[in-house]
T-cell receptor, first 114, second 115 residues
Framework: KAGVTQTPRYLIKTRGQQVTLSCSPI?????VSWYQQTPGQGLQFLFE???????NKGNFPGRFSGRQFSNSRSEMNVSTLELGDSALYLC?????????????FGPGTRLTVT | AQSVSQHNHHVILSEAASLELGCNYS??????LFWYVQYPGQHLQLLLK??????LVKGIKGFEAEFIKSKFSFNLRKPSVQWSDTAEYFC?????????????FGIGTKLQVIP
C-alpha cells in the first residue's frame, strides 16, 4: 500500500500571500489530520477531517483552513501568510478516525515564508 | 487546556545503556496515550499506544511504556539501546476537550546513541 503523500514537498512564499497544501491519505483511510511542526513548539494539531467534515480542530487562527474531498484527499490553505507560519506541515491519515487511533504520517511540506 | 511535557530534550547514551524518557501530561479526564518516533530522514511513526487495560504496553523494537494514572505519566523505556535507536521521540495525548477530540504532542526528545 502506498503511504501518505504530500505535495509539494517544499514551498517558498512571501508575506501576505496564500498557500494550498495537499495530502493524499493511505487508500481506505477516511480520517486526515494536519499538524504544524516547528523547532520551538513541536507538533501542534491544526484540524482533522473525516468524511469531508471537519470534526476536530486545534487552536489556530481562521487564516488556517482545510477541506476534504469525497476521495478523502485533503487540502490545507493558509491565507495572508506571516513569517511565523514557516514550518513543516504534516498530514496524517488513519482508518477509523475515532480517538486518533494509529496515525500514519506523510513526509511533510516544508513552508518557508520570507 | 491539556499539555504534554517531555523533560529531556536531548539525551546521549552509549549502546547497551538503558533508556527512560519522561512524559507527563495535564488532563483530568480519560486519555489515550502515544509514543511516536522519527528516525533521521524518515516519517513519524507510531511506537506504541495505550487506550485501556494493562498499563504496561509494549511496542515495536523492544520499547515499552508504563501508564501511571496517579502521576499523569507515560514514560518510555528500553532496557538496552542500539545505535539504530538514534531518533527523535514524541509523546502524545488524545483527550476530549470542549467537545472536540484533540491530540497534543510533546516537544520531542532527541536521542543520540553512541556506538
Amino acid at each position: 500500500k502506498a503511504g501518505v503523500t504530500q505535495t509539494p514537498r517544499y514551498l517558498i512564499k512571501t508575506r501576505g500571500q496564500q498557500v494550498t497544501l495537499s495530502c493524499s491519505p493511505i487508500s481506505g483511510h477516511r480520517s486526515v489530520s494536519w499538524y504544524q511542526q516547528t523547532p520551538g513548539q513541536g507538533l501542534q494539531f491544526l484540524f482533522e477531517y473525516f468524511s469531508e467534515t471537519q470534526r476536530n480542530k486545534g487552536n489556530f487562527p481562521g487564516r488556517f483552513s482545510g477541506r476534504q474531498f469525497s476521495n478523502s484527499r485533503s487540502e490545507m490553505n493558509v491565507s495572508t501568510l506571516e513569517l511565523g507560519d514557516s514550518a513543516l506541515y504534516l498530514c496524517a491519515s488513519s482508518l477509523e478516525g475515532q480517538n486518533f487511533y494509529e496515525q500514519y504520517f506523510g513526509p511533510g511540506t516544508r513552508l518557508t515564508v520570507t | 487546556a491539556q499539555s504534554v511535557s517531555q523533560h529531556n530534550h536531548h539525551v546521549i547514551l552509549s549502546e547497551a545503556a538503558s533508556l527512560e524518557l519522561g512524559c507527563n501530561y495535564s488532563y483530568g479526564g480519560t486519555v489515550n496515550l502515544f509514543w511516536y518516533v522519527q528516525y533521521p530522514g524518515q516519517h513519524l511513526q507510531l511506537l506504541l499506544k495505550y487506550f485501556s487495560g494493562d498499563p504496561l504496553v509494549k511496542g515495536i523494537k523492544g520499547f515499552e511504556a508504563e501508564f501511571i494514572k496517579s502521576k499523569f505519566s507515560f514514560n518510555l523505556r528500553k532496557p538496552s539501546v542500539q545505535w539504530s535507536d538514534t531518533a527523535e521521540y514524541f509523546c502524545a495525548v488524545n483527550a476530549n476537550s470542549g467537545g472536540y477530540q484533540k491530540v497534543t504532542f510533546g516537544i520531542g526528545t532527541k536521542l543520540q546513541v553512541i556506538p
